[in-house]
Every structure is written in C-alpha cells, then in structure tokens.
Nanobody, 122 residues
Framework: QVQLVESGGGLVQAGGSLRLSCAAS????????MGWFRQAPGKEREFVAA????????YYADSVKGRFTISGDNARNTGYLQMNSLKPEDTAVYYC???????????????WGQGTQVTVSS
C-alpha cells in the first residue's frame, strides 16, 4: 500500500509559478511510476506528467511540455511538479498517483492522493 499526500497548491497570477509536492508513505516510491493528473470543474481527469523513479524517464502531456517539470527525491520519498508560465486554463485540482508503468492512462495508476487546488487568475 502507498499513501500519497499532495501539497503546494494555491492561487497565482498568470505567468507565475508553483511547485506541487507529493509525499509518499507506506512504501518507497522508487519501485513505482509517479504521475500527476488534473481535473477542472465539469471536465474529465486528465494526464499531466509522469516519471519512472528507477531510471528518471519522464513523459508529459503536450499542453504542459516546456512549462512543467516532474521530478522526485528518493531520500525524501517525495515527488514534485514544478509549474512555470502558468495559464488560466491550468486551473484544476491536481492529483498525484502511483502506478506500475510510465503511462498517461488513469487505469494504470493504483494509488491516488486527495488532490490540491491550483487556481490561475488572468
């Protein structure tokens, strides 16, 4: 079992930055893929980024490529999502998840956090 807790969300102006954290407990993140997803009101939960901690391979949605960076700290068992050049359309609840493969599919992620709200004002 893996428990995930996100933090770092908040309100920011367009063009600003935020860093989300995802603290894992119960089992080392190093044996999993960590993913970030987001869900805006009235929309489906969508993939944002993922990383395989064992080799550091990353995968990004086209909408965030070049603006967001996913990373992990094995010593702290914590993952991060650095978000730069934020846009109003990035407003959503952001969720971290742990899965077994590097994938954009929600069904491949077995553990989910409770989410953290990110609001980008124009």
């Amino acid at each position: 079992q893996v428990q995930l807790v996100e933090s770092g969300g908040g309100l920011v102006q367009a063009g600003g930055s935020l860093r989300l954290s995802c603290a894992a407990s119960g089992r080392s993140f190093s044996s999993y893929t960590m993913g970030w997803f987001r869900q805006a009101p009235g929309k489906e939960r969508e993939f944002v980024a993922a990383i395989t901690w064992s080799v550091g391979r990353t995968y990004y949605a086209d909408s965030v490529k070049g603006r967001f960076t996913i990373s992990g700290d094995n010593a702290r068992n914590t993952g991060y999502l650095q978000m730069n050049s934020l846009k109003p359309e990035d407003t959503a609840v952001y969720y971290c998840a742990a899965g077994s493969v590097l994938s954009s599919l929600r069904s491949t992620y077995h553990y989910w956090g409770q989410g953290t709200q990110v609001t980008v004002s124009s």
